[in-house]
Nanobody, 123 residues
């Protein structure tokens, strides 16, 4: 029964950086991981990254590995996505979500979703 909200999106040029935040609230015993997904109009949601809430272990999609980094601040109930060396193909709405499973890249394994934040990268 948790609530998530993303922030930090915007319009940037290729090569720039952005830091997205995912703030969580509400009490739930089902959240063992938080993940980031992205979606382009006409396409399915694509897995980006996930982090284990307790251990801090992470998994990143090959398309963003080496450029994006997921992290957490347990005291603030916040997960971050640092995005460096942005490319036009990174343009999408970015969503964070909570899951009782780590690791998983399947959107169906995530229960609570935020409303998303737009990231636009121009060349």
């Amino acid at each position: 029964q948790g609530q998530l909200v993303e922030s930090g999106g915007g319009s940037v040029q290729a090569g720039d950086s952005l830091r997205l935040s995912c703030a969580a609230s509400g009490r739930t015993s089902r959240t063992y991981a938080v993940g980031w997904f992205r979606q382009v109009p006409g396409k399915n949601r694509e897995f980006v990254s996930t982090i284990d809430w307790t251990s801090g272990n992470t998994l990143h999609a090959n398309s963003v590995k080496g450029r994006f980094t997921i992290s957490r601040d347990n005291a603030a109930n916040t997960v971050y996505l640092q995005m460096n060396s942005l490319k036009p193909e990174d343009t999408a709405v970015y969503y964070c979500a909570a899951s009782p499973v780590f690791p998983t890249i399947l959107s169906s394994e995530y229960i609570d979703w935020g409303p998303g934040t737009q990231v636009t990268v121009s060349s």
